[in-house]
């Protein structure tokens, strides 16, 4: 099947009346796109409409950060969401999403995340998930699907937008995907093609890090074996290494965990995490 291009929500219009459900992405499109995308077209049926939105997203990037390096690389994402089973590919401009200022306006309206937008990627990231939250709520707004595919490997976006949608009340089914990895355990990330090889090899000592952690039964045990897995390799630089709960609240004693890293491999962030159990 081929989807077709638009740049506008009022071509979206093509799509109205068919059960929808949207993948949201900045591009860079892998695997794991699409995976959301094969899992988004199981949910709606071959009578359904998988829209996927590719927009590299100015406000959720601080000064500093790589937006301009961004890889935009429309035409191969065309081709990746395409043969996933993607309707459409909604690539609109920033005038398109945010009006003739292309980013937040003094006046803006924008959502405010919440304190757990403070934590972790927040901290290290102040304004990040302002960013992401407005756009994604902008995105939902032009899609209007019924459901909308997040994958787990970016955790804290997707406990916000979970959030953001309870709280505000907003007539969409979020659905999380789990994180597809490469065959040495490297969960897929759009950032992974900014790695020299030797890098590349470095990097498999997170998802390492991870599964010893996630091997213990108590949130202390679970960090001391991830930090001796990540000291076999000094040159990453560890932001941070935390256990909590499902909700990214307080490491549970007992039961359902979820451990998350980031840390930096030469100049790239990486994150991951996975899910673990805690045992008294
Ligand atoms: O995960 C991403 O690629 C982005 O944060 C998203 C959800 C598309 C918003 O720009």
Do not use: C, W
């Not at 959720?60 to 994402?77: H, I, K, N, V």
């Not at 010893?212 to 000291?231: F, Y």
């Amino acid at each position: 099947m081929s989807a077709h291009v638009v740049h506008t929500a009022a071509d979206l219009r093509a799509v109205e009346g068919r059960p929808r459900a949207v993948v949201m992405t900045m591009g860079a499109l892998h695997d794991g796109h699409a995976e959301l995308i094969r899992e988004a077209r199981r949910r709606v049926g071959p009578d359904g409409a998988v829209i996927v939105t590719v927009f590299v997203n100015p406000t959720q990037f601080a000064a500093g950060e790589d937006f301009d390096a961004y890889p935009r690389t429309l035409e191969s994402d065309f081709a990746v969401a395409s043969e996933a089973g993607a309707d459409v590919v909604f690539a609109p401009t920033a005038v398109e999403v945010y009006g003739e200022s292309g980013g937040f306006g003094e006046q803006s309206v924008t959502i405010d995340p919440g304190p757990l937008a403070d934590i972790l990627e927040g901290a290290a990231r102040p304004g990040h998930f302002r960013g992401v939250l407005t756009v994604v709520a902008k995105l939902l707004g032009m899609t209007a699907p019924q459901s909308a595919l997040f994958g787990e490997k970016d955790y804290q976006q997707l406990t916000l937008v979970r959030r953001m949608v309870d709280d505000l009340s907003m007539p969409v089914e979020v659905i999380g995907v789990p994180t597809v990895r490469e065959p040495d355990g490297l969960a897929l990330s759009s950032r992974n093609r900014y790695l020299s090889a030797d890098e590349r090899q470095v990097a498999a000592v997170i998802p390492r890090a991870l599964d010893a952690a996630a091997a213990r039964m108590t949130p202390q045990d679970a960090i001391a074996s991830g930090l001796e897995v990540l000291a076999t390799e000094p040159s990453i630089e560890l932001d941070y290494l935390v256990v909590t709960d499902p909700q990214l609240g307080p490491a549970p004693l007992e039961g359902q965990a979820r451990i998350l890293i980031a840390a930096r491999v030469g100049t790239t962030r990486l994150l991951d995490n996975r899910p673990a159990r805690m045992r008294p």
